[in-house]
């Protein structure tokens, strides 16, 4: 049974551990191992934990919310033993001895994000990229826009736009409103 378990743990792609009640390292699994590029439990426990949180101090938060509800799941950006930063999404629960009610260990498993992270920003960027675009054509016609309603308006012909399908006149400058002899809101309706 035990070999069978380990045989499992060891062989899937999510990092798994298991820390004791005061949040000491007591298991990894072989992809908990490469996750960090750490050759053994012993070498990663060598290592102070917060070491391993590209931010140390998100670690603190984590334990006090684990105490507090027994369980956290969160996203956070951590560090490999070579120094390279990656995306985890690490989710922790709290097992109780069922008659005490204490903590007797908690179990815990990291997935490797990164490259869905980068797929955000790229999307965040892109986004960004295009509502600014969008921004600078909009204000582009609205120029365009403005110059052309400035040439209708002070042309010297009688301009008019008509509407074939609803018969009515959209737009008229001034020569067309002295022409005419209507005013513009009259010619407009």
């Not at 391993?52 to 684990?66: F, G, H, M, S």
């Amino acid at each position: 049974q035990r070999l069978l378990l380990c045989s499992i743990a060891d062989n899937i792609a999510e990092a798994i551990y298991r820390t004791g009640p005061k949040h000491d390292l007591v298991y990894v699994n072989a992809a908990y191992l490469r996750l960090f590029g750490y050759g053994s439990l012993e070498e990663v426990r060598s290592v102070p934990r917060e070491r391993l949180y590209a931010n140390p101090k998100d670690r603190t938060p984590l334990i006090e919310q684990l105490a507090r509800t027994g369980r956290f799941t969160q996203e956070l950006e951590f560090v490999r033993q070579d120094g390279r930063r990656f995306w985890g999404l690490i989710q922790s629960v709290a097992i109780r001895d069922p008659k005490s009610g204490e903590v007797n260990y908690h179990v815990g498993s990291i997935n490797d994000i990164t490259e869905r992270k980068r797929m955000e920003e790229e999307l965040r960027q892109l986004n960004a990229t295009l509502e600014r675009r969008v921004a600078e054509r909009t204000a582009e016609l609205s120029a365009s826009e403005a110059r052309l309603r400035t040439l209708v308006e002070h042309a010297p012909e009688a301009i008019v736009v008509f509407d074939a399908h609803t018969g009515q006149f959209v737009t008229v400058n001034e020569n067309a409103v002295s022409l005419l002899g209507l005013n513009r809101e009259t010619l407009l309706k």
